[in-house]
C-alpha cells in the first residue's frame, strides 16, 4: 500500500495588534518566530471607525483592541523589516478598507514589492458592521460602492489579494443560528457581486476571478457536528450561486475559500480553564472535514472574555493548532465524512432553510434593503435572546455556569491583574502627541510629502461623481493625509448612517407567567413607578466611546422592556456628554453603560461626573462589560451603583438589580417581592 502524501496545514494566524505600531511590529515579528504562518492585524476602534486619535469619541479607545493606524508613517512602522512581498496578512477593517489596503500598498512599494505578488486579506463586509459589529460610517450605498471599487481595482492590480472576506464570524456573536449565519453571509456575497457585475468595472469573462478571490470568514462554536455540517452546506451553496446566478464554470474558481475564528460568544469568564477544551472542539469543527477545511485559523485565548490576551496566551492558542497539524493524523486522510447518512442529513436540512431565507431576502429587494428595514437586525436580536432564555432556564448548559459551578481555586487566575494584558493609559497621550508631530512634519525631509489638501479635494471629487476611489485614495496616502482626514473627506459627500438597533421590533424571549422570575421583577417594577409616582420606570441603556459590540445592551434593553421600563437605547457610537444630556432630556431613572473595547476606566467616571454637574447625581449608574475585577472596584468606588460582567448570564436577575438601585438612590424601602 503506498503511502498518501499528507495534506499542507492551513495558515495558522493569531489576531494581534495593541498600543502602537512599534509594539504590534515587534509582537508580529515574535510570532512569526513562533512559527506562524500569516499575519492577522487587529487595528484600534478609531482606525476602524474612521477618526484621528485626537477626535473627542476616540477617547479612551486608542490603542485598546488593536493597533491604531493614523497614516503612512504608522503603517510603515507596523511592518518594518517584514517583508510584505512574502507575507500572508489579513487586515481585520471594513469601514475603512480601501484606506488601509491603499497604505499597506504604498509601504510595500516603499520596500520594492511587486504589488501584484501582495497576498492577504481585507476583511471588507459592512453589511455586518450594520447587524452585529457596529464599526460602519458611511450608508449602505456609498460603501457598497466603496467595496465594488476594491475589489474593481484588486482584480486588475493586485490579483493575488483577497479584497472582500465575508464575514459571518460576527453574525454567531450577536446570536445568528446556523441557517442565520449562512444565509445572511451569503445573502451578503450576492449583494457584492450583483454591485460588481453592475458596476461595469470589470467584463462579464472576468467575474470568474472576482469570484475567485471571494473568501468568507466564519465562526465555529462548540457544537462543532452542527457546525462541521454548516461548513458542507456553506461549501454547496455557494457553488449553486456561483454557477446557477453568476455562470462561472472553472470549479477552482468556485470554491468555497474561508478562514476561521473560532467563538467567543461561549468563552465564559466563570472557571476560564475550560474555554480551552471548548476552543479544541470549535476547531475541529473546521479541520476535520477535508473537503470543508479552513484556509486559515486564528483561535482565540482561553482568557479573552476577562480582557486583552497576553502574547503568552496567544502562543497557547497556536500552540494548540500546531499540535493537532502535526502529532495527530488528521492531515493523512481523505474527508473522513463521506457516506454518513446522518452528516448528509443534516447537511441538506442546513442546505434547504438556508435556501429559503436567502429567498426571503432576496424577495425583500436583498442584504442592503433588508439592512435598512430592520429585517435582519431584529431577527439576529431575538435569536440572541431566545439563546439566553435557554441558558437561563438551564435548557442550554454551559459548564462553571449554569451546571458544575463548583471549583477549586484557579492557578491561572489567582492574580488577575497579571493573567490579562493591560493598555497603559498613557500610550493614548503618545500616540495623540506622534499625530501631532506627523501633522507638523509631514512636508518635510525626510518624508516631503505633498500638502495633502489637493488629494482630500481630488477624493471628494471623486466621491461626487462615479468614478473608482481607489487611485484617490492612493493619492491621499502618498500625500500623508491621516485616517481622520480621509474618512472626514468622505463624511461631507457620503454623510453617516445610524443602522437599525432591533430592540423595538425584538419579539418577547422569556414570559412573564406568573410564577416566573420575569414576573416577580415586573411587580417590582410597577410597584417601584406607582411609589415614585410616575406611569413608567425609564432607563437608558448607553454605549459610550466607539465600542461597537452591541449585543449585551441589545438584550438588557429588550428585557428591561418586556420587564416593564420604558427603554431609551439610541444604538451604538455616544459621547458622554450626549449620554447625559439624553439622561437629562429623557428624565430617566437610572443609566446603564455599556463597553466591551476597555475604555470603561475612562468613559464611565466621565459620565458620572457630567452627571453630577448637571445636578443629577442621583441617577443611578450601572456599568457593564469585560471589566477586570480591579477596575470594577475603582468604579463602584467613584459612584457606580453596580458592575456587571459575562459571569452575571441571569438578565432578568440583572433588571431585579437595576430596580433596587432605583429604589435605593430614591430613598425607597426595599420590596419584598421575590425576583
Not at 413608567?536 to 429588550?558: M, T, Y
Request: charged letters at 25%; a negative charge.
Amino acid at each position: 500500500m503506498t503511502e498518501r502524501k499528507k495534506d499542507r496545514p492551513w495558515l495558522m494566524r493569531t489576531y494581534a495588534g495593541h498600543s502602537t505600531a512599534e509594539a504590534s511590529n515587534a509582537l508580529y515579528r515574535r510570532n512569526l518566530a513562533k512559527g506562524q504562518t500569516g499575519l492577522s492585524v487587529a487595528f484600534d476602534l478609531p482606525t476602524q471607525t474612521g477618526y484621528d486619535p485626537d477626535h473627542v469619541l476616540a477617547r479612551g479607545e486608542v490603542g485598546r483592541v488593536g493597533v491604531p493606524v493614523s497614516h503612512l508613517g504608522d503603517m510603515r512602522r507596523l511592518f518594518q523589516d517584514i517583508p510584505l512581498e512574502q507575507m500572508n496578512t489579513s487586515m481585520t477593517i471594513n469601514a475603512t478598507a480601501m484606506w488601509l489596503l491603499a497604505l499597506y500598498q504604498v509601504v510595500a512599494e516603499e520596500q520594492g514589492a511587486d504589488i501584484t505578488e501582495l497576498q492577504g486579506t481585507t476583511q471588507n463586509d459592512i453589511v455586518k458592521e450594520y447587524l452585529s459589529r457596529g464599526t460602519h460610517v458611511f450608508p449602505p450605498g456609498p460603501s457598497l460602492r466603496l467595496t465594488t471599487d476594491m475589489i474593481a481595482y484588486t482584480v486588475s492590480h493586485m490579483p493575488k489579494w483577497n479584497p472582500i472576506n465575508i464575514c459571518s464570524y460576527h453574525l454567531q456573536e450577536a446570536g445568528a443560528t446556523p441557517v442565520q449565519e449562512i444565509a445572511y453571509a451569503m445573502s451578503t456575497a450576492i449583494a457584492v457581486l450583483d454591485a460588481v457585475r453592475d458596476s461595469g468595472q470589470v467584463p462579464q469573462e472576468r467575474m470568474g476571478d472576482v469570484v475567485a478571490r471571494i473568501s468568507f470568514f466564519v465562526n465555529a462554536g462548540v457544537r462543532f457536528i452542527e457546525e462541521m455540517c454548516k461548513m458542507r452546506a456553506f461549501g454547496r451553496i455557494w457553488d449553486r450561486i456561483t454557477r446557477e446566478r453568476y455562470g462561472i464554470e472553472n470549479p477552482k474558481q468556485r470554491r468555497f475559500r474561508y478562514g476561521v475564528q473560532v467563538n467567543s460568544l461561549g468563552l465564559t469568564e466563570a472557571q476560564p480553564e475550560n474555554n480551552v477544551q471548548r476552543i479544541v472542539l470549535e476547531m475541529l469543527a473546521v479541520t476535520l472535514s477535508k473537503d470543508a477545511r479552513a484556509r486559515a485559523v486564528q483561535l482565540p485565548a482561553w482568557n479573552e472574555a476577562l480582557g486583552l490576551p497576553r502574547p503568552w496566551d496567544q502562543q497557547w492558542s497556536l500552540r494548540i493548532q500546531q499540535v493537532l497539524a502535526h502529532e495527530s493524523d488528521l492531515l493523512e486522510y481523505e474527508d473522513i465524512f463521506d457516506g454518513s447518512h446522518v452528516i448528509e442529513e443534516k447537511v441538506a436540512r442546513l442546505v434547504e432553510e438556508a435556501l429559503d431565507e436567502i429567498d426571503r431576502i432576496q424577495e425583500m429587494g436583498g442584504a442592503m434593503a433588508a439592512v435598512e428595514s430592520g429585517y435582519l437586525k431584529s431577527q439576529l436580536v431575538a435569536s440572541h435572546a431566545e439563546r439566553r432564555a435557554r441558558i437561563e432556564s438551564g435548557q442550554e448548559k454551559i459548564v462553571g455556569v449554569n451546571i458544575h459551578e463548583t471549583t477549586e481555586p484557579n492557578p491561572l487566575t489567582a492574580d488577575l491583574d497579571t493573567a490579562i494584558q493591560t493598555v497603559d493609559p498613557a500610550v493614548e497621550a503618545r500616540v495623540v502627541q506622534a499625530l501631532q508631530n506627523w501633522r507638523d512634519t509631514r512636508y518635510q525631509p525626510p518624508f516631503n510629502h505633498p500638502r495633502p489638501c489637493k488629494a482630500l479635494e481630488r477624493l471628494k471629487d471623486s466621491a461626487r461623481g462615479t468614478g473608482n476611489l481607489m487611485e484617490a485614495t492612493l493619492e491621499c496616502a502618498r500625500a500623508g493625509a491621516t485616517t481622520g482626514e480621509w474618512a472626514g473627506a468622505l463624511r461631507e459627500v457620503f454623510g453617516e448612517y445610524r443602522a437599525p438597533t432591533g430592540v423595538s421590533s425584538a419579539p418577547v424571549a422569556v414570559t412573564a407567567e406568573e410564577g416566573t422570575a420575569l414576573a416577580g421583577v415586573r411587580r417590582r417594577v410597577d410597584a417601584t413607578a406607582r411609589d415614585l409616582g410616575v406611569g413608567k420606570l425609564r432607563f437608558l441603556v448607553g454605549k459610550p466611546g466607539l465600542d461597537g459590540h452591541s449585543n449585551g445592551a441589545e438584550q438588557i434593553a429588550v428585557r428591561a422592556r418586556d420587564a416593564g421600563f420604558e427603554v431609551v437605547y439610541q444604538g451604538i457610537r455616544l459621547t458622554p456628554e450626549q449620554i447625559v444630556d439624553a439622561a437629562l432630556a429623557e428624565d430617566v431613572h437610572a443609566v446603564g453603560l455599556s463597553i466591551l473595547s476597555g475604555s470603561h476606566a475612562q468613559l464611565v467616571p466621565d459620565v458620572l461626573e457630567r452627571l453630577r454637574d448637571a445636578g443629577a447625581a442621583d441617577i443611578p449608574v450601572i456599568a457593564g462589560g469585560i471589566i477586570p475585577n480591579g477596575d470594577a472596584e475603582r468604579l463602584r468606588a467613584a459612584g457606580v451603583a453596580a458592575v456587571f460582567t459575562p459571569k452575571d448570564f441571569d438578565i432578568t436577575g440583572i433588571i431585579g438589580r437595576i430596580v433596587d438601585e432605583i429604589r435605593k438612590a430614591n430613598k425607597l424601602d426595599p420590596l419584598e417581592v421575590p425576583a
